[in-house]
């Protein structure tokens, strides 16, 4: 299980190189702000 702080450029990088390298990881991501990086 992965859980990242804060979901902008840095956080959301964090998350998607996970996912692709071990889809089967559960990822949880909080972000105080009421947007995430839509790109990463
Ligand atoms: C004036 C300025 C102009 C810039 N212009 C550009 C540009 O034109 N192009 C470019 O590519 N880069 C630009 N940058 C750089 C770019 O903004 C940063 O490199 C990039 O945003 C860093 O991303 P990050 O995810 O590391 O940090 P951040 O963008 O700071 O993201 C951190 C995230 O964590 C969240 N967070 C913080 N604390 C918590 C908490 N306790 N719980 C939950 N969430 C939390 C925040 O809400 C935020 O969304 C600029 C930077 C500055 C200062």
Known sequence: MLI???GDA????A???VRRLQPET???VF???PYTS???
């Open 4 to 6: 990242v702080i804060g």
């Open 38 to 40: 839509f790109a990463a």
């Open 26 to 28: 559960g990822i949880t």
């Open 10 to 13: 840095a956080g959301m990088t």
């Open 15 to 17: 998350a998607s190189l």
């Open 31 to 33: 972000e105080r702000g």
